[in-house]
């Protein structure tokens, strides 16, 4: 049974940080790729960063060089560390997994994900 159960999230002040935990069980977290999403109010679920199966990292433009993506294969732990945050990073923020390869120039695009967690509020005021 496949489950990701997010936690980390809540309020920080622009220019703070937080650190999002992504807890899996059912599958194991070694050559899968995994990601990172979340959807703002009054937008679509937009890509956040992702691993692709070899562990390489990619993130979306309005993020990089802020957040880093990172996972402990042994804790079955997907992380995010978000630093200098902005109010426009307030989201619920979504971790999900992929069952299978995706192709690097695809690793960002949400539809090729199939399994998600339940969401994690994350306010920057």
């Known amino acids: 049974h496949v489950q990701l159960v997010e936690s980390g999230g809540g309020s920080a002040p622009p220019g703070g940080s937080l650190k999002l935990l992504c807890t899996v069980s059912g599958f194991s977290l070694n050559k899968c790729p995994m990601g990172w999403f979340r959807q703002r109010p009054g937008h679509e679920r937009e890509a956040v960063a992702s691993?692709?199966?070899?562990?390489?990292?990619y993130y979306a433009d309005s993020v990089k060089d802020r957040f880093t993506i990172s996972k402990d294969n042994d804790k079955n732990t997907l992380y995010l560390q978000m630093n200098m945050l902005k109010p426009e990073d307030t989201a619920m923020y979504y971790c999900a997994y992929a069952p299978r390869i995706i192709l690097d120039a695809q690793i960002l695009r949400t539809d090729r994900y199939f399994y998600w967690g339940q969401g994690t509020q994350v306010t920057v005021s």
């Open positions: 691993l692709n199966s070899a562990g390489r990292a």
